[in-house]
């Protein structure tokens, strides 16, 4: 199944998955720090990949409104090394372990189930040099670079770039 | 008939052996720096090192050799041949038949001599890195001598290093791609011919065992020590097979002028030089620029207060040493203001995943890569001790987002960003560089000054 069919299946699950407040690290990690990244609103802004919309809710009330050509790509994707390992269950102070390779394009799908909401995550895991190599293939310099703290654990979770049209 | 292969930098005793073996009290030395582009630097520095024993002159083919080319050599008592590019310096002899002038001045009892590619050169066949930063086969030496050659070979016990002319660069491979099957290059070894293995005498050392120590005094105080560990050939394989020829591609071509950040002892400096470049290189240590002197321009300056003029180059190169700032956002925001607006600082560093994190089994290859932390991480310091060769590094974790802060402040995005994975033919070579195919060893950037 590609991942935009995957996603069209689980668009209500992962409604009320977003929208519940605080329920996930957007709320507290990735949102908050993102949007430090982000310039100040221009003329027009494409979210790429929206989703349900939660990010576009919250660039309009930063008064975000558009985008323009030379304009900045911000991007937050799950870290490459988080997709390349996981944490050992069962123990909260157990370490990160990479058990197969950091390296190539892999797919990724696993279940979290929270609060009474379950969505089944699909997608695909890039090392950081293929996001590097796509953003240099199409013109962008890269200006800024955000790993954010997880507050709970030792790895970082996301990995944020800013990227300005060269 | 006497050659005297000399593998690395000769101290006084060698030089007045060498000089004593031509029978005269102050010999006629015939100086031929070939190899190193006739550059006047190496030069001058015979006529500095030898000039109070010999008398000596030079002998350049550049823009053409002297008409009384056979008569200037075969009046010599010793030839000296310098260090540099074998294969080019060889080709340029065969063109003015300069090989056969050699051959009739060696059986006419000139004695002959030299270092690196001018010990290489005698030999039937040697190894060289005449072809690129890698190790090749040389193929066509001048054979007087049988077998092959390898210069600045090391023994336990014994201290060469001092190459003038050899492989280069700093901080950089220390993970050793350890070779589980003898390859070409190991086997090459067995060198026959006369070889003598010059004695470097070091520095003192000031290490105390208690002493704390900062990165910059740990790398002045390892100076000789680094230095042997980056011109012996092969013994820093991940250098010479993994980092440097991958940060090669990342290189714009030569331009006006190249500073190299952190020089080291020059390894990368000269061979930017033979690649074009022109480099002036920096480095806090001063043992290591007197090494770096030895290869190409270079001063003892702090990196976080360059002495040059804002735009003052159109290339920065810092290879392996940014991890050694002690302030590596001033570092970097000096870097930018002696760049030109639109030219590149290309950096090379330890990835900091692989910094973060072991192997939990280290002779297994499938072994899970732990990271007990990354954002927070200690700095590990660990010891390479082989071949007589002992180096102590402190690897720093140094996230991406720190680099990342680093160019920001200083208004130097990145243009290019590179995750260093062996080749096939590397972990042919050696097998346990397949362990780098899954976490990798080293990030490469270019960013370019707005």
């Known amino acids: 199944m590609s991942g935009a069919r995957h996603w069209e299946g689980q668009a209500d699950s992962w409604a009320a998955w977003a929208r519940a407040p605080g329920h996930d690290s957007y709320w507290t990690e990735s949102g908050p720090t993102f949007f430090e990244l982000l310039p100040p609103a221009g003329k027009r802004t494409l979210d790429l990949g929206c989703g349900e919309g939660r990010v576009a809710r919250d660039l309009k009330k930063r008064a975000a409104r558009v985008l323009e050509p030379g304009g900045r790509l911000c991007v937050c994707v799950t870290h490459p090394m988080r997709d390349a390992g996981r944490f050992a269950p069962g123990d909260p102070d157990a370490p990160f372990v990479i058990a197969g390779s950091y390296f190539g394009k892999q797919r990724f799908a696993m279940t979290v189930a929270r609060g009474g909401h379950e969505v089944e995550f699909r997608g695909w895991s890039y090392p950081l040099e293929d996001y590097a190599r796509a953003l240099e293939d199409a013109g962008f310099l890269i200006e800024a670079v955000r790993e954010p703290p997880d507050p709970d654990r030792p790895i970082p979770n996301f990995l944020q770039l800013r990227a300005v049209k060269g | ?450």
Request: include cysteine; hydrophobic fraction near 40%.
């Open chain 2, 1 to 450: 008939m006497q050659i005297v292969a000399m593998g690395g930098w000769a101290e006084r005793p060698l030089q007045d052996f060498v000089l004593g073996l031509t029978g005269a009290a102050r010999p006629k030395l015939l100086y031929v720096p070939t190899a190193d582009r006739e550059d006047a630097r190496p030069t001058l520095s015979i006529y500095e090192l030898l000039g109070d024993r010999a008398e000596v002159s030079h002998l350049h083919f550049f823009p053409w050799p002297p008409a009384d080319l056979r008569q200037r050599a075969l009046a010599s008592d010793l030839i000296w041949v310098g260090g540099g590019n074998t294969a080019n310096m060889l080709a340029v002899w065969r063109a003015h038949g300069f090989d056969e002038v050699l051959r009739e001045a060696w059986e006419a009892g000139v004695v002959l001599t030299g270092w690196s590619a001018g010990a290489i050169c005698w030999f039937e066949d040697g190894v060289t890195d005449s072809f690129g930063p890698q190790l090749d086969r040389l193929g066509d030496g001048l054979g007087f001598l049988p077998g092959s050659f390898l210069p600045a070979l090391r023994r336990r016990g014994a201290a060469p290093a001092r190459l003038p002319g050899a492989r280069a660069g700093r901080h950089a491979g220390r993970h050793r791609l350890r070779r589980r099957h003898g390859g070409a290059l190991r086997r090459r070894r067995a060198a026959r011919g006369r070889r003598v293995g010059p004695r470097v005498s070091r520095l003192p050392r000031r290490r105390g065992a208690d002493r704390r120590v900062s990165l910059r005094e740990s790398w002045d105080e390892q100076a000789e020590d680094w230095a042997l560990f980056a011109r012996t050939p092969g013994h820093d394989e991940a250098h010479e097979r993994l980092n440097f020829p991958a940060f090669c591609e990342l290189l714009p071509p030569p331009g006006r002028s190249t500073l190299d950040l952190g020089c080291g002892e020059g390894r990368v400096g000269v061979v930017l030089e033979r690649l074009g470049h022109r480099v002036v290189g920096i480095d806090s240590s001063p043992r290591m620029v007197e090494l770096a002197r030895e290869r190409h321009q270079a001063v003892v300056a702090d990196a976080t207060a360059l002495p040059f003029e804002d735009g003052a180059f159109d290339l920065v190169v810092a290879y392996m040493s940014l991890m050694n700032m002690d302030d590596l956002d001033a570092a970097v925001r000096e870097a930018s203001r002696v760049l030109e607006p639109g030219s590149r600082l290309c950096a090379a560093v330890l990835h900091p995943i692989f910094a973060a994190g072991e192997w939990r089994d280290k002779e297994d290859e499938e072994s899970p890569f732990v990271i007990p932390g990354y954002l927070d991480a200690p700095t590990k310091v660990w010891t390479s001790d082989r071949d007589g060769v002992r180096v102590t590094f402190h690897d720093r974790v140094i996230p991406i987002s720190v680099y990342g802060g680093a160019l920001e402040q200083a208004g130097l995005p990145i243009e290019s960003l590179r995750e260093s994975q062996p080749s096939d033919a590397l972990v042919r070579d050696v097998p346990s560089a397949a362990w780098l195919r899954r976490v990798p060893l080293f990030l490469h950037l270019r960013a370019v000054k707005r």
